[in-house]
Every structure is written in C-alpha cells, then in structure tokens.
C-alpha cells in the first residue's frame, strides 16, 4: 500500500478516472447508452464513497488498478503526477505486447430454457459488444447479417415479444445503423 493521504489519493484516482474517460467515451455506444460514461459515473461515486468512510485499502486498490491500466493505456500526464507524488514510474509497454482485433462480429445465440429461454443478436466490435436485439422464447430462424460496413439487418420473427431493441451502435465516430425486418415464415 502506498503512503498517501485521502486528498492525494483522491487527486490521482481522478485525474486518472479523467485519462481514462477520455480514451474510453464514445468507443462504443448502443443507441444513446455509452458504458464508458456509465462506468466513469459509478467509479467516481465509489471514489467519494471511499473518501468519506476514510478507506485507504479500497483507494488503494482502485489506484493500482489505474496503475495496471496506464501501463498498457500509457498518458505521460498521469504518469509524470504519478511519479511526483509516489515515486512511481510507469513505463509503456510497447505495442508489440498486446494483440488489437479489428473483427465485427455477429452471434446469435440463446440463453436460458422453457418459459425463461431468450433468443439474442450481440455486435462484437473492436472497442466492445453489447447486445442489440433480444426477444424472449427460443427463435432459432432469427438471423442477423452485415449489408455493408455500417448497415445490419436483423430478420425478426413476425410474433414475438421484445425485450431489447438497439437502431444504432457508435463506435467512436462511426455510426452502425441497425434495421429490423420482419420474417414470415419464422
């Protein structure tokens, strides 16, 4: 653990929760729901949460883990406070470490059984995946298929009841328009 008071902790894991947003907000959004942002939220009230019971251990913990991070996610800012406040130098890991998939990927796939079965359509793109259609019961003639490198249709079942339905994905600037068709002979 490092010697750091609750403001200097506080400092770092903000600025580095700042870093981090920025390299993270928009690399991947399902309609207007961008977990990066979602995430950010979350954190930064554990942060305050963790200041006001003075718990050292969990700051701690969520330092290191930004510590991990910007190891392979380097931000010379965050490392130049990091090593003037702790001593702590990060160093990058060179690029050749990490294997980047640039795969758009669909799948299909179902969950659960009898009346809790659900039939799925998830995007898998570099920056994340998500699911963008679900209905319940088990659709096996669902499909789903790329028309081009920013169109995906997605054949519905004529009866179904829907529990998600997302019409466009963001990856950064780049915009995935999701259509729906209805099948009849599903």
Known sequence: ??????????????????????????????????????????????????????NLDGLDRMLQNLIHRFRSKYDSDFASTLLQMTGIRIEPNSADKFSISTNRNLRIGMSGNGNTCLTFVSIELPTGSGSIYCI???????????????????KIPNVREEIERVTTVRMYNETISILYNVKLDL
């Open 136 to 154: 319940k019961e088990n659709h096996p003639n669902l499909s789903a298929h790329w028309l081009d490198a920013h169109t995906v249709e997605v």
């Open 1 to 54: 653990m490092l010697v750091l008071d609750l403001n200097q902790y506080r400092y770092l894991i903000i600025l580095g929760l700042d870093k981090q947003l920025i390299q993270l907000k928009g690399g991947f959004v399902l309609d207007s729901l961008d977990p990066a942002v979602e995430g950010d939220r979350l954190l930064r009230a554990r942060v305050e949460r963790f200041v006001k019971r003075k």
